[in-house]
């Protein structure tokens, strides 16, 4: 348990390194929030997967020079290497651990179990929350194919992960906006929206001991929202894009663990962003794509 802690360790300061590097390109308004939000899976992907291949020009690459040591885990015939990032240096031998002090052991042998506990606990916590809304809206009313009806809730939103459907309240039946509400949840159906969150919250429980996971956590679920606008808005023309901003307006906020939700994100932003928006034609599209290879390329490999 100590060994798997010691590397969990050296996967979330990685990931950090990349996250906080999404969070700089955040602030670039340029970019749309469609590439940020396939831009967030990048330190996700670090906080899960403990290898990487080895590249010359990546940000691993760059810190290795002054703080980062490289193990080697395999080496192929191509000149390919796959490598584990070590960042905390503690150990003088690797595949087992040979720490080097002693009560180094002992530190990572308790934080390991502390952190299998409270890892635990935040995973049942998880479960727990998604059957009870889950066990909330199953006995809604159903108004056409995958949307329904139920007085349980106070804003519309998608239910679920493997069956999603649209849940509205009474009052959003007759609303002028509807049409705009589930263009805007039936995109979020099609995104798989629901699963992104769920792998997120996962993740940042996975390394509750990080702040910073949970303020990637917290910016990407901001970001998804944004993102679902953005998908909507690139088949809408001006006068629609108004309409759809008054509908979000209109539409009562409320945020729960499982639950795309019409309001999610901070209003004054997604309405900033709504009215502001351009749609991407299909250069800034390959340039986006372009981007995306980039910045994985270099967040994604490891110090040759």
Not at 2 to 23: H, R
Request: glycine fraction near 4%; hydrophobic fraction near 50%.
């Amino acid at each position: 348990m100590d060994e798997v802690f010691y590397w969990l360790f050296n996967m979330s300061i990685a990931a950090s390194a990349a996250g906080v590097f999404v969070l700089l390109l955040r602030i670039i308004k340029k970019i749309p929030r469609r590439v940020v939000v396939i831009l967030w899976a990048i330190p996700f992907l670090r906080m899960w997967v403990p290898v990487g291949i080895g590249g010359k020009y990546g940000l691993m690459a760059i810190l290795s020079r002054f703080t980062t040591k490289t193990v080697t885990v395999y080496e192929s015939r191509l000149s390919r290497s796959f490598s584990m990032t070590n960042f905390f240096m503690g150990a003088e031998s690797y595949f087992p651990i040979t720490y080097k002090v002693n009560i180094l052991r002992e530190v990572f042998s308790v934080a390991s179990v502390v952190w299998a506990v409270v890892a635990g606990a935040l995973f049942l916590t998880l479960v727990l929350v998604y059957v009870t809304t889950m066990r909330e809206i199953r006995d809604a009313t159903p108004l056409d194919g995958k949307v329904y009806v139920s007085k349980k809730v106070l804003s519309p939103a998608v239910y679920g992960i493997f069956r999603p459907r649209i849940v509205l309240p009474p009052a959003m039946v007759e609303s002028e906006h509807l049409k705009y509400v589930l263009l805007h949840e039936r995109k979020h159906i099609r995104r798989l929206d629901n699963l992104w969150r769920v792998l997120a919250f996962a993740t940042a429980a996975f390394h509750w001991f990080n702040p910073l996971a949970w303020i990637f956590l917290k910016c990407f679920l901001t970001d998804l929202e944004i993102a679902c606008d953005e998908s909507v808005l690139q088949k809408c023309g001006e006068e629609e894009k108004r309409e759809y901003a008054s509908a979000l307006v209109s539409a009562a906020e409320q945020r729960t663990l499982f639950i795309s939700l019409f309001g999610g994100a901070k209003l004054r932003t997604r309405i900033e962003r709504i009215l502001s928006y351009r749609k991407i034609t299909p250069v800034a599209a390959a340039a986006c794509f372009t981007l995306i290879a980039a910045i994985a390329y270099f967040l994604l490999t490891n110090a040759a």
